[in-house]
């Protein structure tokens, strides 16, 4: 803590004999000062509290700077005086202060004990304004206000174009020049056109200003080129430049007093008697109309390029293999918005791989004009062998002395690709994780036991052998079928054609009688019925008809499991029928009865029988 | 009995001639052995010339050429010696690993569930494998519908009748496997791309718009001709045409 408030407060020893302050040697005097009253926003101005005559003060107190930022301070100096003999010494507290806001500003007085009394500096006022500071704020420059005005007629810039209606893309060059008749000793650029809307490109101009003469108003002034741009808009419609603004330091002659004869002579700058003003000029904002360009007619592979241009592409080489890269590249030479040219659309097969062309250029400024080349260097590689093709690429550019769009394409290339000693890259995408693992794996071995051959193209399908073999079962199935069909023909086999055929005889037999019923014709009915039961009974049993009998049909049905109740109906209806045959006495309700029970009949034992 | 004579006689004149490709075999699985692979599959290329195919034969060459870096072939020769054994784990194997060297990944089609389990069984056997099971179950059928009409027992008779009704409905299945495998597979439906890259077009001829492109080993089905013009299908359902010359049918 300490250490630092000895580095804050230097002291500053200054002996200066002037007798015309030796009044105050006796009566200490606290007062407050600043460097300026007025200042901009922003701007930093001093104030210094000091006491005079003395160095005793203690316990100094600012005022608080609530309006003010303390850039730095207090700063503490001393300074000692011998006067006839006796010494005087001042103190001062300086603070650097900054300006916050626009308005009136009171900084309230300071206080210093000094003998046991309290001292007091007078408020001091700080006008705080908007724009840009007077200079002639100071006390002491207050003629520097008619100063300026003087100034301001031989001291100004000006922007020059050298065309005022320009397409859009089209180069333009601005011209910042300074006109002067006074004399300066520095310059500095304090701002610098943003020129927005245009594409800007600085030309040179010669470090040191070369200055001629141009009469403006009749008045004969110093010009100098202080910067030149070429512009090229970006869009159309009425754009502005802007203003260029500039520090300078003006040499004025210091002020005398007297009209002296010597004084005026020594007035000349040569003898150093003059004093550096610091000066703003600014030029003034100039508009220039951008045209569009037509959009009638706009060629294929028009980019924007405005000018006038001529394309070169080439190859380095025309054969490769695969994974060595080729390098195409594009030169693009001319005048006009260059660094603006984009890359023209080479399309190359997809099996060469394309990488972001590099973009060199070569800008020279002739004669204010941009001009050089922009070249693409398109690296590709080819990944797969065979031959490849690039397609001629367009480039268009709108050319501004014919006023037309031109159109210009690239040749086409052949590129061959032989395989190269390296493995294809094998791609990443699509292959699942067991696939990658699997990729690390050697196929399985050679197959050497099978030493099996055939005849190419000859397979068993579709051989005369196949359809041998598979025909032969539908030959043997239907051979088959002939061989059983004659068997039964040829051995009689009349037991089990009649057993199949049973049920069919004696329904149609049944059929026979219900005519004879209808007919009422009772004998043959009762005939047929008999017959058809007789012939069922016998066909189903395999007993040849000479040997049937009632009971041997009772018999035999009983042993196949056929329920009595059937035989007893099957037998009494014969019966019936035999005796109604010979007895004509029956009526048709009777026959009707009969028929109908020689169905049911034939129906239960064709159940039992099968 | 002239017949089995001049049967016999076919068969020993094969014998004859299968015999010196076998030692061909012989001698090219030999060098493989040494891996001399290029002069391997000279010989089994040889082998394949003189008229003679086998599984083994196929499977091998492509070992060659996988090998010798040759994919497409490699490819090729697998996909035949598949043609021959479905079912071979071995062909399956090296062709997946052969694929996976493809540099065109393409994705199949996502099928039915259904279809791809009916595929997937028709692709069980080979046409010959149906073939001789079709045979069996005609077999199956006639003994199965003689013995019904030959018996009277209605246990036999029952049996004999289901007997040929399965019968019948495997023949059928085996004769549908049979069609897809054999007469399918053969009519040159699919080949598999050779040259470095191709591009496929929107239409037979050379100046219409390549659509896409594909490299060596892509499998492709063949749809349409015209001229030296192949209209293809991939896997995954892209349709275009590319020059024949392109292109080596399995």
């Not at chain 2, 196929?58 to 697998?78: M, S, T």
Request: with cysteine.
């Amino acid at each position: 803590m300490r250490s630092r408030t000895t580095r804050l407060f230097t002291i500053n020893t200054a002996i200066i004999a002037l007798s015309a302050w030796s009044a105050l040697a006796q009566n200490p005097s606290f007062t407050a000062s600043v460097d300026k009253n007025s200042v901009s926003v922003g701007e930093q101005f001093e104030i210094t509290f000091s006491l005079g005559g003395t160095t005793a003060g203690n316990n100094f107190t600012a005022p608080p700077f609530t309006d003010f930022l303390v850039a730095s301070g207090p700063n503490q100096s001393t300074s000692m005086q011998f006067v006839n003999g006796s010494i005087t010494s001042s103190i001062s507290y300086n603070y650097l202060l900054q300006s916050k806001a626009e308005g009136k500003f009171t900084i309230g007085p300071a206080t210093i004990d000094y003998g046991g009394k309290k001292l007091q500096t007078q408020p001091t006022i700080i006008e705080v304004t908007k724009g840009a500071p007077k200079p002639k704020a100071q006390a002491q420059q207050q003629g520097d206000a008619d100063l300026d005005r003087q100034i301001g007629d031989n001291l100004f810039l000006r922007a020059k174009l050298d065309k005022s209606r320009v397409y859009q893309g089209e180069q333009l060059t601005a011209t910042y020049k300074i006109y002067m008749r006074v004399n300066i000793s520095t310059y500095n650029l304090s701002k610098v056109p943003s020129l927005t809307g245009f594409w800007s490109e600085d030309l040179e101009v010669p470090k040191q200003v070369q200055l001629s003469a141009e009469v403006v108003n009749g008045k004969q002034y110093r010009v100098g080129i202080l910067k030149k741009v070429a512009l090229f808009p970006q869009r159309s419609g009425t754009l502005q430049i802007d203003p260029m603004e500039i520090d300078c330091a003006v040499q004025v002659q210091a002020r005398r007093r007297s009209n002296d004869f010597f004084d005026q002579f020594f007035n000349d700058p040569f003898f150093g008697n003059v004093r550096n003003v610091n000066h703003k000029v600014r030029s003034e904002p100039v508009a220039v109309t951008v045209l569009p360009l037509p959009a009638a007619n706009v060629p294929r592979g028009f980019n924007g390029a405005v000018g006038k241009f001529s394309m070169e592409a080439w190859l380095d080489k025309r054969q490769t293999k695969t994974n060595e890269p080729v390098t195409l590249k594009v030169k693009i030479s001319g005048h006009g918005n260059l660094k603006l040219l984009q890359s023209p659309p080479v399309e190359v097969p997809p099996d060469i791989e394309r990488y972001d062309p590099k973009i060199s250029d070569n800008i020279t400024h002739q004669q204010d004009e941009v001009a050089g080349s922009r070249t693409f260097e398109y690296l590709l590689i080819p990944r797969h062998a065979g031959e490849m093709k690039i397609q001629s690429f367009p480039f268009a550019f709108f050319d501004i002395e014919k006023k037309r769009y031109v159109a210009i394409a690239s040749p086409a290339f052949s590129l061959s690709v032989e395989k190269g000693t390296e493995v294809a890259t094998l791609p990443a995408s699509g292959l699942s994780k067991e696939d990658i693992k699997l990729l690390g794996e050697d196929i399985r071995f050679m197959k050497s036991d099978d030493l099996s051959l055939r005849r190419k193209g000859e397979t068993f399908a579709g051989s005369p052998l196949f359809f041998v073999l598979s025909a032969s079962p539908i030959v043997s199935f239907v051979g088959f079928i002939f061989f059983v069909k004659r068997r039964e023909k040829v051995l009689g086999d009349v037991v089990g054609l009649r057993n199949r055929k049973a049920r069919k005889m004696a329904q149609r037999r049944l059929r026979e009688a219900k005519k004879f019923l209808q007919q009422k014709k009772e004998e043959q009915f009762y005939a047929e019925v008999s017959r058809a039961l007789w012939g069922y009974i016998g066909d189903k049993l395999g007993i040849p008809p000479s040997d049937l009998s009632i009971d041997l049909v009772r018999m035999s049905l009983e042993s196949r499991g056929v329920p009595s109740e059937a035989v007893v109906k099957l037998t009494s209806a014969i019966e019936q029928c035999e005796f109604a045959r010979f007895s004509p006495l029956s009526n048709s309700l009777q026959m009707d009865g009969i028929y109908h029970e020689a169905i049911e009949i034939i129906a239960v034992i064709e159940d039992q029988l099968g | 009995m002239k017949l089995a004579v001049t049967f016999l006689f076919l068969i020993s004149c094969e014998a004859g001639f299968s015999q010196e490709a076998r030692l061909q075999l012989n001698q090219a699985n030999q060098l493989y052995r040494e891996a001399q692979y290029q002069k391997a599959a000279q010989l089994y290329e040889q082998v394949l010339k003189n008229g003679y195919e086998s599984t083994a034969l196929y499977y091998n060459l492509g070992n060659c050429y996988f090998k010798l870096e040759n994919i497409p072939a490699a490819v090729l020769a697998y996909e035949r010696a598949k043609r021959l054994s479905p079912r071979d784990d071995d062909v399956s194997y090296n062709l997946r690993l052969a694929n996976l060297r493809v540099v065109d990944k393409i994705e199949p089609l996502p099928q039915l569930f259904f279809i791809e389990w009916w595929n997937g069984f028709l692709a069980w056997f080979s046409s010959d494998g149906w073939a001789i099971f079709a045979i069996v179950f005609l077999w199956g059928a006639g003994v199965g519908g003689a013995v019904f009409l030959l018996f009277r027992s209605a246990i036999v008779q029952r049996l004999a009748f289901s007997v040929a009704l399965v019968s019948v409905l495997c023949c059928a299945i085996s004769g549908i496997g049979l069609y897809q495998q054999h007469y399918r597979a053969r009519s040159d439906r699919s080949a598999i791309v050779f040259s470095p890259s191709v591009s496929v077009k929107s239409a037979p001829d050379a100046q219409s718009t390549d659509l896409f492109v594909i490299h060596e080993g892509v499998r492709v089905e063949i749809t349409d001709q015209v001229g030296d013009w192949k209209k293809v299908r991939l896997a995954d359902g892209k349709i275009g045409w590319l020059p024949a010359e392109e292109i080596q049918l399995i």
